[in-house]
């Protein structure tokens, strides 16, 4: 008993001495590198394939595409929307537009990200999802690389997209 209550202790005084060490450090001000609108323009690399009542050996397609996008600052973190065109003709779905969550971690001009979303067009609607790294080179402008994908089961055929991009995006802010 004796132990569990100098545990308890320990503990309670560790975390009041975080709390005072927090509230002595003043908040952060301002926005952070990412915050507001943008828009952008890549380019990638798309292989996919389809399996079942359509077959498609795997395929591979250099496409370009567009973003826009509005992120928010949420305490240290970033969420954001973004809108996307990748026009890979030749895929398995042709070209696809979609609209994404986005959600990061700056670390000064580099912020790694997840998103997740929706791609809309040929075949059906489907999820779409993906990890990326963001960097800020100038005050407006920052370079981005990432990889989605998204998978499709529609009319007895299994479609699977996996694209690879770079880009370069204009901030508003």
């Not at 590198?33 to 323009?41: H, I, K, L, R, W």
């Not at 990748?86 to 042709?94: N, P, Q, V």
């Not at 779409?128 to 920052?142: D, I, N, P, Q, T």
């Amino acid at each position: 008993m004796y132990k569990i209550t100098r545990l308890i202790l320990t503990a309670s005084i560790m975390m009041l001495s975080n709390l005072v060490h927090a509230q002595s450090v003043p908040p952060q001000t301002g926005a952070s590198e990412f915050a507001g609108p943008y828009v952008g323009f890549k380019l990638g690399v798309n292989t996919s394939d389809a399996s079942g009542a359509v077959n498609k050996a795997s395929h591979t397609a250099i496409f370009p595409g567009f973003t826009a996008g509005y992120n928010f600052d949420v305490d240290r973190f970033v969420a954001g929307a973004e809108v996307f065109a990748d026009l890979h003709h030749g895929s398995t779905t042709s070209k696809d537009g979609g609209i994404d969550a986005k959600f990061g971690m700056p670390f000064n001009q580099c912020m790694p990200y997840i998103r997740v979303g929706l791609t809309m067009d040929r075949p059906d609607t489907r999820l779409h999802w993906g990890l990326g790294v963001e960097y800020k080179f100038a005050k407006h402008m920052s370079a981005v690389s990432e990889w989605t994908t998204d998978t499709s089961n529609h009319d007895g055929t299994r479609r699977t997209n996996n694209s690879f991009t770079i880009g370069v995006q204009y901030h508003f802010n």
